[in-house]
């Protein structure tokens, strides 16, 4: 595809999290001609999504993200990608590069097959966190505290962009960097190079991946900060904030915090 078109086909891969169900929700609603879904588990895609079945412009694909045929089979016509595939970011996990590592993998055994060659644009969820204007804002102490709770979440993240960032000329990254996601209803997403509200809950950020994968309006940017409308009500997230902080720390440097927190995660899925 030229980049000035709208794209025909795009791949999702991380469709049964909290931002990707969101993001398939509005993909579905929109006049999009192919769908290539990328999940683990049929089962769980299937229970969020049953008309999925039935749906004549959707092609899912099952299985590891270490299946380099899988991945490609999902990529392969994809003019725009999205990854919004991650981890709670206290526990190991190095699913973001992983993810990072296949697309590229996939990309590149596309691209020495084709004839010619259109760098598709990949949306991958990334972080604030990860970008130094829109983390600026913060008093240091808060940076200090995010970063530190939730290091093993950023690590993954800073491997998954370094992978996606080495060849231009094969994909297109944009990096789409929200602050704290919360699951309340959507009140709007608002975008902004400059800064982020507190919050941006998972329905706004879904509709904003959506805006940013149809419309070739965003096509040279790099990264952008996407907030909800609502998003400033620091009274409403500061438990929310202070629960996932006093977690990541107790994970990382209580002695058996891992395991612990598994078990917790196990008995309370909700707060996986
Ligand atoms: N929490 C925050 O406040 C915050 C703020 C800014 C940015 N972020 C970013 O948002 C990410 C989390 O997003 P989210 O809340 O939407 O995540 P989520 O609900 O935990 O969803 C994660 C997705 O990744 C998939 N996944 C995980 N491990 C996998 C594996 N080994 N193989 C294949 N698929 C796998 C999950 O599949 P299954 O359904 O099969 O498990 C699911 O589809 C973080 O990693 C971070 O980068 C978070």
């Not at 089962?43 to 969020?48: N, W």
């Not at 993200?65 to 981890?87: F, N, P, Y």
């Not at 996601?181 to 509709?207: H, I, M, N, R, T």
């Amino acid at each position: 595809m030229s980049r000035m078109e709208r794209p025909t086909s795009i791949a999702l891969l991380g469709a049964t999290g909290k931002t990707g169900r969101e993001v398939l929700r509005g993909l579905l609603k929109s006049t999009i001609a192919e769908l290539n879904i990328y999940a683990r588990s049929s089962e769980k895609l299937l229970k969020m999504f049953p008309t999925l079945r039935s749906d004549s412009r959707v092609n899912l694909h099952i299985g590891s993200i270490h299946d380099e045929e899988l991945i490609k089979r999902c990529l392969s016509d994809a003019q725009v990608i999205i990854c919004t595939t991650g981890s709670n970011g206290m526990s190991p996990s190095t699913i973001i590069q992983d993810s990072a590592s296949a697309i590229s993998a996939a990309l590149q055994s596309l691209k020495r097959s084709a004839n010619s060659w259109q760098p598709p644009r990949v949306l991958l969820l990334s972080s604030s966190t990860k970008n130094e204007r829109l983390a600026a804002a913060r008093p240091r102490f808060v940076h200090w505290m995010i970063t530190t709770a939730f290091r093993m979440g950023y690590v993954d993240l800073d491997a998954a962009q370094a992978i996606l960032s080495q060849d231009p000329s094969l994909l297109s990254l944009l990096s789409v960097q929200p602050n704290v996601l919360v699951e309340e209803p959507g009140s709007g997403f608002e975008f902004s190079s400059d800064s982020v509200k507190l919050g941006c809950s998972y329905e706004d950020l879904g509709a904003s991946f959506v805006q940013l994968a149809l419309n070739t309006e965003y096509k040279e940017l790099s990264r952008i900060g996407v907030s909800s409308k609502e998003g400033d009500r620091g009274i409403v997230y500061a438990p929310i904030i202070l629960f996932r902080i006093s977690r990541g720390f107790f994970v990382n440097y209580f002695p058996l915090g891992v395991h612990l927190n598994r078990l917790f995660e196990r008995a309370m899925p909700q707060f996986a």
